[in-house]
C-alpha cells in the first residue's frame, strides 16, 4: 500500500512563513502529478499547486508570488514554501498525488491533511 504524510503546518504571525512536506511510501514506481489542496470546513476542496514529475508549476491567483512548489524525485516527497502568509490561508491543506504502482497501475492519494492558522 502507498501512503502520502503531511507535515510542517501550524501557527504563524501574518506575513510570517512556513513549509509542508509531503513523503510518499510503499510500493512506488513512478509519481506523475503532485499538488497541495485546502480546504475550510464545509466548502469545496481546492487547488493551491501543482507540480509535474518534469517540474512544471500550476498555482493559484491567490497564492501567485507567495508560495513555491517543489519536489524531490528521489525522496518521493514534495514540498510547499509558504512566503507572506495571511489570515485568509488558514485552512487544512491536503497533499495529492497520482502514483504508479509496483504493479504497473496508477492511483490517486491523499495525504491526511495538515492544519495551516495564520494569526492577524
Known amino acids: 500500500q502507498v501512503q502520502l504524510v503531511e507535515s510542517g503546518g501550524g501557527l504563524v504571525q501574518a506575513g510570517g512563513s512556513l513549509r509542508l512536506s509531503c513523503a510518499a511510501s510503499g510500493s512506488i514506481f513512478s509519481i506523475s502529478q503532485m499538488a497541495w489542496y485546502r480546504q475550510a470546513p464545509g466548502m469545496q476542496r481546492e487547488l493551491v499547486a501543482a507540480?509535474?514529475?518534469?517540474?512544471?508549476?500550476n498555482y493559484a491567483d491567490s497564492v501567485k508570488g507567495r508560495f513555491t512548489i517543489s519536489r524531490d524525485n528521489a525522496k518521493n516527497t514534495v514540498y510547499l514554501q509558504m512566503n507572506s502568509l495571511k489570515p485568509e490561508d488558514t485552512l487544512v491543506y491536503y497533499c495529492y498525488a497520482v502514483i504508479m504502482t509496483s504493479s504497473g497501475r496508477s492511483y490517486q492519494y491523499w495525504g491526511q491533511g495538515t492544519q495551516v492558522t495564520v494569526s492577524s
Open positions: 507540480i509535474s514529475s518534469g517540474g512544471s508549476t
